[in-house]
């Protein structure tokens, strides 16, 4: 058997442990060939390999980012200056020059969307979801969740003293467009004082009342933690915006930080590692039993997988009644609701 | 309601958050008091005791070791030097003395045993898993164990860049006296090529064959993970053993390092300091909710408890059909198991 | 005799290990007594005083931020709200209230300028040099600088592998509002690019032209590092500006971020907690010794000291014919500059 | 013009950033053609070459180890198996059949005598200090030594908070068989207790009197930070004998940890990378100068060089005067000294 692998959207730390983990499975253990496809989609679509043999697979299991590199194209949305006409065609058509009998395709929302039609046309699909926003449905955890909550919890541990030090409010805005996990788990870890995200409507007299009432207990300084895609009617950094609105609303002295491509790059953390070692080879064994068109999941303990067909156009959001919300509320975390 | 809380046996990173997590929850959420109990279970029979107000609460939750200090006394064992002929009876009494309703224990298997044996003399007692070495049992996962496989790991990844610019064999000890955990995770986030667990019995001529092979295949260097427990004639270190061993059986050169305390101590990794909180506001809810006899436990995704009369006893080894291992074959792994 | 030690503007990592070096070396070596002031200068303005004992002095070492708390507040310019109506006059009355002999003052340009003016309205005072910006007049370096040289190499380290992925520009801004230290430093010590910083005009075209030769010839990406600092015609952020700029200019896809406030928070480095050990020793040498009105300085490899009357008022840039820049330019970097 | 770089001895973070520092001035500043030898000296012997054009150079900067590979074959001692005769003469022969106009080494003591030696011989030789050790006579720092220090004091970090825990005395053998830099730095970086190095002769009376003496001022544990190159009668690990030593005479609980190979693995400082950038356009300096048969040196804050004629043979101690030993004393640090 032959297999390709490519990595599509937004790159994350555990890429490469991923593309290890299919490729030693597959050849190791089952004999096959692999051939990485550059650049995501568009790699297929102009026919650009990158060779995948054994010995390239050693010393990536630790590097940030992803060799075959990666793209935003999205083969099923026509767009301008597009290189082909058809381009699901393009892919079929590739797909069969390349004499793959599977495809691997690493990826978040998006690109599990485009594995599964792809998979409607006929292709033998297995998807492997990454994304450091964790809000992939249909997998308990992606790999890239850990390494970024590692890096903004790092980074507000730091704001803490020098957050003292000026008796300051710190506000510091983490990635999550539309889910926020990093926001709950960093601002959770770091001991943050209020953390707003997207899923929850926050008031900002509440946000306001809050950090008054700290500063009235005599708390020398508050950290409050923002998910980048909360309510934010400037559309700009929702970061900047309730720091202005707290600088606005308080007498308190404000600074805000934006935390940035930052959390999104370097080496995985070991759990990411270990978990994108297992998706991989998880994927393998998908490819050798022809179990096509799932993606690969984490439920629980187990690895596992689901069907394409379940995961496509959804977003894995957080719960309102998340325990971790619960407990934070006991730990004297605000989340910005209205009371 | 008045709870006490001590941790008792190894220290490791968390604990100061789970203590945060038992005392925030149950003087924010259910107005109870709380006390510190000084080095374990000694503090009780010697009763020295630590305030924990809310106000000390903040600020320890990223604290590595544990502001109650620890200690290895063991109530049931009858030791030279005691300071009480009746260890359990000093502790009933001053249990009643500090008028305390609950007992939370912050501990290993050890430490769970006792607890069990306080719950059969009626005390209220509830149980909190903690190790770095993730071998209690009934429980997924403890913390503590998360951070020392990140210092493990990291630890590893810098042997790398020696080993291959001298061509060396590096030997490294991990922590793990009974069970393999933190080798097993360690070794495969770093790309151990070799891994050896006390659970799995090794044969050392096939250790060296595989460096051989390794070495015939034009690999420059490898990397061999010990866990500190396994089978050693010598009875000193397991790590100086086999790197003595493979020296004897081949002509390559070895270094060994043996990572030692190192791993227990600093901040807690953001995944446990979040374990950590979660178990800690569980163990108060189970005292409000007077579920006492239990020791809170992480299944699959759910932090819940299990009752002290499971536990005790008992150690969580790896299984030897563990998956990561089996993945672990897949990425060229050895575990020295003779073929 | 008893000295007073305050910090004042804003804070960096290695405060604490200089109030360290000058509390235990005042305590130990010269059995002298040692007060805190709180808060920079209002804290003697207002009398707000903290204990430093030499138990107090344990474990401060490590710790970023400043246990003293710091403030901008300026005593010799009148400014609206000031507690009482001749600053530098409560000071002096304060000074004599305390009973001091002589005072600490650690801080940037401005506090050893205030330190100096102080000194001549006659107090006994010392000024101990603190800023990340390395851009005190008179020592060489300024503890603060290499922890935050250390944080902007990290996270430019991480950028490299997404803007590798992403084949993009990365222009990454960190501090530096009037010197260039960090973004010279950090930019060499990550690889970066192309390099800005104030002290050399950047030509906006020359900027462009050189991504796009590294586009050319086929390198996959870009680092920009920019001080914060350097000529921003619209006065918001230089890294946007410096982004938008490129976008413009050229068909690249570029990506900004700013690094923030998480470069003065944190543990100092390992160098900075021996230089401001040694910088607050020598301070406590000086009062001994009764040198008064110095500034304690590091030239070449010597503590040694300054006459605060040469410092005040002056500001330490980087020179345009610095060796480093010559060796960037060796190295492929670029600094802006018309060609 | 064309020149060969080789390392040689142990291996150190920030080798690779000097060979980038030599090659990218020699072939961007200087058109000249660079080779790498492979392996150290052992290298020219077998005339193993690995090529060095620009585009191989860009990404090393901040690798650890050395691209090109170590050993710590002594081309001027006889040695049983050595692959030619006359070893000098096979190396002459091969730097004329390579067509070499210089030769760069890069590497410690021993390798600098080397270098002088091939420049007797009539070699173009430029030597380039490094070693974790700071121990090369003739320059103020190597590059490594930052960054062994700053693994070092992450270690003794950590070891604060489980000793802290448990009431223990710690001791940690650091790197240093001659001389003492590592453990001075480190030790005094992370607020050691007890400092032992080579350079001071040490009373193990005095040792456990100071440990016994801050157990009794209540000070909860201690650290003990010792070089490996002690005087150390059983010739094993100076931290063994010292943790047995201490516990033979004292009733404290003790515990070792030998830091060993990590020291020396993994990404070079900032610091490190910097000065290596700068060592190794300074080599490409002088062999475009003639400047031959000298070793470039860090003096204060320039970077010049030395001859090797001055430096071969020496190597550079801690001077028992030595400031940062004598501010050490005013932090209540003993140094083991018999009173």
Redesign the interface.
């Known amino acids: 058997m032959r297999i390709g692998i490519l ?1 599509a959207g ?2 994350c ?1 555990g ?1 490469n442990a991923a593309i ?2 299919v490729g ?2 597959a050849i ?2 089952y004999g096959m060939e692999v051939v990485g496809i550059a650049n995501g989609f568009s790699g297929l679509i102009n026919l650009e390999t990158i060779p995948l043999q054994e010995h390239l697979l ?2 990536i ?6 060799i075959l ?3 935003r194209m999205k083969p099923f949305r026509k767009q301008e200056g597009d290189p082909v006409e058809n381009k699901p065609e393009a892919i079929k058509m590739n797909y069969e020059k390349l004499g793959l009998d599977a495809l691997v395709c690493i990826g978040g929302n998006g690109t599990q969307k485009t594995a599964h039609l792809l998979s409607l046309e006929g292709l033998n699909v297995i998807g492997i979801p990454k994304t450091i926003d964790n809000d992939v449905w249909g997998t ?1 955890t992606t790999f890239g969740f ?1 390494s970024a ?3 903004a ?1 790092d ?1 507000i ?6 957050a ?4 300051r409010v ?1 506000v510091i805005e983490v990635m999550g467009h539309t889910a926020g996990w990093i926001a709950l ?2 601002g ?4 943050g004082d209020i953390i707003l995200i997207p899923e929850i409507e926050y008031d900002m007299d509440r946000v306001a009342e809050v950090l008054l009432e700290r500063s009235h207990k005599g ?2 300084y508050s950290i409050v933690v923002v998910a980048e895609g909360i309510e934010n009617p400037k559309k700009k950094s929702a970061g900047s915006h309730i720091a202005k609105q707290i600088t606005k609303m308080t007498n308190l002295e404000v ?8 959390q ?4 995985p ?3 990411d ?2 978990l994108a ?2 998706y991989g ?2 994927a ?1 064994e998908l490819i050798y039993n022809r179990k096509f068109g799932n993606m690969v999941s984490l439920q ?2 187990d ?1 596992t997988h689901i069907p394409l067909s379940e995961v496509g156009g959804k977003v894995k959001l957080v719960p309102s009644n998340h ?2 919300i619960q ?1 934070g ?4 975390v605000s989340f910005g609701e209205k009371r």
């Not at 541990?157 to 020098?162: A, E, I, Q, V």
């Not at 600074?255 to 930052?262: S, V």
């Not at 999104?264 to 080496?267: H, I, L, Q, T």
């Not at 509320?329 to 004297?332: A, V």
């Open positions: 990595s937004g790159d730390p890429i290890r983990g030693k499975t190791i253990e050693s010393g299991l630790t590097l940030g980012g992803t590199g990666t793209s308990d850990d909550v590692n890096i919890t980074a541990d730091r704001l803490h003293s020098t003292n030090s000026h008796k710190m788990y960093a959770m870890a770091s001991g708390k020398a600074r805000e930080t934006i935390l940035g491509y930052t999104r790059g370097g080496s953390s070991p759990h590692r270990i070692t297992q080879a998880h393998a629980g303990n690895i325990e971790l407990r509320r006991y730990m004297g």
